[in-house]
């Protein structure tokens, strides 16, 4: 989800606060933006449009913004500590930004009741207040969107329902691999997979699917609200607003995908341990560094694990072929005599069992609690090429330190 930056518009917006009504003609809509091109955008956006013709006032409330100049913005960000804010924006300010990035925005105007707007808008109102308008972001389960479902149901209560069996049956990760994978963002999803641990693979059932933008559009459309004794449909009208103002673009391929990148890397690992095998050539220079990456993988994922506060990185059976302790001890291996070890039988007992670990872990791949990448399994295997080949020249005493 965007996550924007802090526009300041508390003057103009509180003096249509608590002091002065919407009038009938007001609407409350969900506005859905579609991904961008950047990082940040790959799930696209949620935000809510207050609109009162009468009263000149068209604003969309944001929540995931961020300041960038927080005091220790970054170690804060990468802990999950970065504290997030609800922003306001004028509607047309923010149409042409979206517009601009190319990114369609698709408004559903809200069958509300007259109370029910004036619930909503004095609900953002105070959370847009200076003290109350930080919080704490969680991707999956205090985002853009999902604050935007519970600020919804919160001022509807039981009149308000939705289809429960929508969208009920993949995990937070399956849902992310699928968006990632639909807007070719493939080195994304990765990413994500590779940082995130157990508890994105529980099942989110329909209320937590809509921590994604268009999981919430969708849910609005299916959903039912109670009016004058009556089920009637939440969404009023749907409308694309801006497909006017984009331009035609070709979408931009990866041609490069992680699946392309780690077979290549596998084959020639491969050809290399059947060349220096053949050659009885004792360079580790390659295992050298293909296992510090992997150790200092291995200390990312630790870190996220114990000393952040993401909240779905902890669990993460990454850490079982990443091996933090990798880096250093990848470092003890020589090519030239006069290097010194201090016991290289350890060294060698080392690598064989972590060889022996990852075969196991390649075995066990579809039996654990959490999805693996399936564009690990190159890496993971090159690794255990390189493990026995580095365990086999120790033990020969053919390598030279």
């Not at 859905?32 to 009468?54: C, K, M, N, W």
């Not at 970065?82 to 047309?92: A, M, R, T």
């Not at 992997?294 to 996220?304: P, Y």
Request: proline content about 3%; some cysteine.
């Amino acid at each position: 989800m965007k996550k924007y930056y802090i526009v300041f518009l508390f003057a103009f917006i509180s003096s249509f606060s608590f002091a002065q009504n919407l009038s009938p003609e007001a609407s409350i809509s969900l506005l859905t933006v579609s991904p961008g091109a950047e990082l940040y955008s790959t799930f696209g956006h949620s935000a809510i449009r207050v609109h009162d013709p009468r009263q000149g006032l068209d604003i969309t409330y944001n929540y995931g913004a961020f300041d960038f100049r927080t005091k220790g913005f970054y170690v804060k960000f990468l802990r999950g500590t970065l504290p997030y804010q609800i922003s306001g924006n004028y509607f047309e300010n923010d149409l042409a930004g979206w517009s601009q990035e190319n990114r369609s925005v698709i408004e559903q105007v809200l069958n509300l009741s007259q109370t029910q707007k004036e619930g909503i808008y004095n609900f953002l109102q105070t959370n847009y207040l200076p003290e109350n308008r930080e919080y704490a972001y969680k991707f999956f389960y205090d985002n853009c969107s999902t604050r935007l479902r519970d600020v919804v149901k919160r001022i509807c209560g039981d009149s308000l329902v939705y289809d429960k069996t929508l969208h009920a049956d993949s995990s937070y990760r399956q849902w992310i691999d699928k968006y990632a994978r639909k807007n070719e963002k493939l080195w994304a999803d990765f990413g994500m997979d590779l940082a995130i641990g157990e508890p994105s693979d529980e099942v989110t059932g329909g209320n937590g699917a809509m921590f994604l933008p268009d999981n919430l559009m969708f849910a609005f459309d299916a959903a039912k609200i109670n009016r004058n004794g009556k089920w009637q449909p939440l969404v009023v009208s749907k409308m694309d607003i801006n497909r006017e103002m984009l331009f035609a673009a070709d979408k931009e391929k990866e041609l490069i995908t992680p699946n392309i990148l780690f077979w290549t890397l596998f084959v020639l690992a491969l050809a290399l341990t059947v060349y220096q095998f053949l050659k009885s050539n004792n360079n580790f220079l390659f295992d050298k560094i293909l296992f510090t990456i992997a150790g200092i993988l291995g200390w990312f994922i630790f870190l996220l694990w114990f000393f952040t506060d993401h909240g779905v990185t902890e669990n993460n059976l990454n850490i079982i072929w990443t091996y933090p302790l990798l880096f250093p001890i990848a470092l003890l291996l020589k090519n030239k005599k006069g290097g010194s070890v201090p016991d290289r039988s350890w060294l060698s007992k080392h690598f064989l069992a972590y060889g022996i670990i990852l075969i196991l872990f390649l075995l066990a791949w579809n039996s654990f609690p959490q999805e693996i990448n399936y564009a690990l399994v190159p890496v993971v295997m090159t690794l255990c090429v390189r493990a026995f080949f580095v365990w086999w020249r120790l033990r020969k005493k053919l390598s030279s330190f």
